[in-house]
């Protein structure tokens, strides 16, 4: 079992930026591929980014791209979304989810591919 928790949300000006850290417990971190979600009000659950358990592959939803990095310290057991550039529009409940990966270089893009979740945290974009 692991056990996922969110933090770094809160309310930001249009422009700014915020950092989302997700701290895995419970299980051996390592050989986990890890995702961020966000969902808004009234929308469905949507890919934001994702990493594999090396690191050393990741991918970004489109609108997030150059703004948005994810990374992964496994001696922490934690996972980062560093998001700059923030927008109205990235307002949401942010959710981080994690997988087993058999392979280093692997990763998920939809909900259903990660078996753990956290609690979420929301983050508030003004204009």
């Known amino acids: 079992q692991v056990q996922l928790a969110e933090s770094g949300g809160g309310l930001v000006q249009a422009g700014g930026s915020l950092r989302l850290s997700c701290a895995a417990s419970?299980?051996?971190?390592?050989?986990?591929?890890m995702g961020w979600f966000r969902q808004a009000p009234g929308k469905e659950r949507e890919f934001v980014a994702a990493?594999?358990?090396?690191?050393?592959?990741?991918a970004y939803t489109d609108s997030v791209k150059g703004r948005f990095t994810i990374s992964k310290d496994n001696a922490k057991n934690t996972v980062y979304l560093q998001m700059n550039s923030l927008k109205p529009e990235d307002t949401a409940v942010y959710y981080c989810?994690?997988?087993?990966?058999?392979?280093?270089?692997?990763?998920?893009?939809?909900?259903?591919?990660?078996?753990?979740w956290g609690q979420g945290t929301q983050v508030t974009v003004s204009s």
């Open positions: 989810g994690a997988n087993y990966a058999y392979y280093s270089d692997s990763y998920y893009y939809t909900a259903d591919e990660y078996k753990y």
């Open positions: 419970g299980r051996t971190f390592s050989r986990y591929a």
């Open positions: 990493i594999s358990w090396s690191g050393g592959s990741s």
